[in-house]
């Protein structure tokens, strides 16, 4: 195989990954790193380095659209990116000690999480929790557009939403995914924000998260120049076109169709990792 | 005093031209690694590290004065990995231009993390 023909491989890989990501919210960060890895032989450092690079541009691509729709909650995510920022710093570091094997270990147990999460019903709208004190002296209530107007919310959870974005960014820059499920996570039931906020602030946070530990990467020699090209234009490419084709009706079979390639990439990759093939 | 909405809608403006400029410099130095190296055989079996002039910002500009391909794409992801930071940058001030000391702070807090992994300290 030739550069050629491995770009373009890479490219095809990537978009997929990239449309599927955007159909079904969970971004495709997460699934190209294993396809990287077991479908092309690709060293598992270099694809956690190129995927990185492609998760602060379709984290940055989707923000811009959002953020200007006023769902995103700049304010709880900059408070909220001391906390994954500095957790990214340490996983990027953590990445370079830890072998590849337990790596892999690592990167398909979250995958396996992914899976799940892609075909569970989504929560019911959770109840009213007491607004935390800490929320109102960071000024982080907010409001959201709704078709009946502005919606005001509160906070709560202030601390647990913190911790548990310190762990979101540790596995961000461990693994070189977006980790945008454990964030929502942290904002919808930690903090009880409303989906629609929790989502779009998520992935707000996403690319300064990655920037993060892409710039340990970088220096350490992880991103690789002629991989990080394809990977990053066919995500973006892909993501594009699937932000464009959010058809609810087909979106079931979808999820469905993700879940399973995600967990058939988390058993191989445990797989792997377990008998030392990484 | 700037209004949030107005924040918001810069913020939103800087994340689109970073993307398309990011994305733009790394299809162009793309093309032109095909056309140089195409079909070249490529080695991404086992991790031996970038060298050293694809890491260092001086290494890259290096590069580009003499078209080096690799050079360019990595230009590009530069300015990728610098778009949410340009973000963070301006948030600090536009908290500042809000008078809002709180999150002066909280933003320099995550710009100086971010910069402090940018230039290499964040472990080697």
Redesign the interface.
Known sequence: ????E??TLVGIVSAAAGFLGALTGLGGGVVITPALVLL???????AIGATL?SV??T???A???Y??E?F?N??IG??L??AT??G??CG??AA?KISPGALGIVFGVVLMYSSWLSIRRRPAPHPDAPPDPLATR??LDGAYPTPQGLKPYKVSGVKTGFSLMFVAGTLSGLLGIGSGAVKVIAMDQAMRLPFKVSTTTSNFMI??T???????Y?????????????V??GV?AGSVLGARQLAEASSRILRWVFAAVVGALAIEMIYNGLTGKL | MISDQKVDNIIGSLLRFGVILAATVVALGGAWYLIRHGFAHPSYHAFVGEPSDLRSLDGILGGIRTLHARSIIQLGVLLLIATPVARVAFSVAAFAMQRDRTYVVITLVVLAVLLFSLAGYGGK
């Open positions: 195989m030739n550069v050629l491995f770009t092309l032989g690709v060293d598992l450092h270099y690079v602060i541009a984290s940055s691509g923000a811009s659209a953020v200007r006023g995103s700049i304010r900059m408070f990116e001391i920022t500095v990214a710093v990027a570091h370079a960071l000024r690319g300064v990655a920037a993060a530990s892409a710039g340990v970088w220096s350490r020699g992880y991103i690789d120049p002629g991989l990080t090209m394809p990053v234009l973006l």
